[in-house]
């Protein structure tokens, strides 16, 4: 066969190429190097060329945190009814439901991790982008109050673009009543960690994700209330660029730690174990106090 018979137009497209599946490799928006993606799921799904964190998934999340077998969701039937009517709503809401397989993109539940019984709460932004609306308001705090009657530390993992437009006053409202939840919690005493992720923005960040006791971030997510080109028409000045990063809210006494993905599980274990000495000691030193 003639040289240009194997590299001709005509025979593009054709063989062993045609028959390689979609979805078996990913793009990294960090470096833009082709991963395989079960090497990506392997790592974590941390980029091992240049450590982008891409997004998980509420499963994928569960598995690299918690004991394994001992998640036990709670309020699963908590579901919006569309409050305002909203035009194309109801059928969003049943979209993302037969993509994710959720009933809201929050869930939470009780669970160990290094053994450490916990109350934890993950967003998944595959879920109409992680918004908060009145559902995900309403299981966050119910959360937040079954660590209280259950003196339970509380772990939320967040990623959000904010509010919910959806449900217009309704999903603003729940920056005040996730923010009155974690009030309770300080109150009670029970400890209450959040962990940032990409992204975690506007009514989030605003509320229930910057007020934890400890505030743990992934490497390079996005973490603010609003972007880059609003921060400088608002300031009047140049910003640096990684503004609204998770680094960038470590420098400035937001975020307690940026912990790679893979250190996560350990670190919360870490916090955890303080959080029960520190309870152990406080009850040594006032025996006759019930914490």
């Not at 018979?5 to 990913?26: D, I, K, M």
């Not at 993992?157 to 974690?182: D, I, N, P, V």
């Not at 609003?230 to 998770?246: A, C, E």
Request: a positive charge; one cysteine or more.
């Amino acid at each position: 066969m003639a040289r240009g018979g194997w590299f001709s137009r005509s025979s593009r497209g054709t063989g062993a190429q045609a028959t390689v599946p979609e979805g078996l490799w990913s793009k990294c928006p960090g470096c833009s190097e082709i991963t395989y993606n079960k090497d990506l799921e392997r790592n974590m799904n941390v980029c091992p060329k240049c450590g982008h964190h891409h997004r998980l998934s509420l499963a994928a999340r569960l598995a690299i945190t918690v004991d394994e077998g001992s998640f036990e969701e709670i309020n699963a039937g908590v579901q919006s009814l569309d409050p305002l009517g909203f035009p194309d709503y109801g059928t969003k809401l049943k979209r993302d439901m037969a993509k994710t397989g959720l009933n809201d993109s929050i869930t939470t539940g009780r669970a160990t991790i290094d053994g450490f019984p916990v109350i934890i709460t993950i967003a998944d932004f595959g879920f109409m982008g992680g918004s908060m609306g009145s559902v995900a308001g309403e299981k966050i705090v119910r959360a937040m109050e079954t660590g209280v009657a259950e003196r339970k530390p509380v772990i939320i993992f967040s990623a959000s673009g904010g509010a919910r437009m959806q449900e217009g006053l309704f999903s603003l409202m729940q920056m005040a009543k996730t923010s009155a939840g974690a009030a309770r919690l300080d109150s009670a005493g029970v400890p209450y960690v959040v962990v940032l992720t990409h992204p975690t923005t506007a009514g989030v960040y605003a509320s229930y994700a910057s007020l934890g006791d400890v505030i743990l971030a992934e490497p390079g997510a996005t973490v603010g209330f609003a972007g880059l080109r609003v921060g400088n028409q608002s300031m009047g000045v140049k910003l640096p660029d990684d503004f609204q990063t998770s680094e960038f809210q470590q420098r400035c006494g937001m975020v307690d730690r940026v912990v790679p993905r893979k250190e996560i599980r350990t670190t919360l274990a870490k916090l955890l174990a303080f959080f029960a000495f520190a309870t152990v000691s406080a009850k040594e030193k006032a025996p006759g106090v019930t914490a």
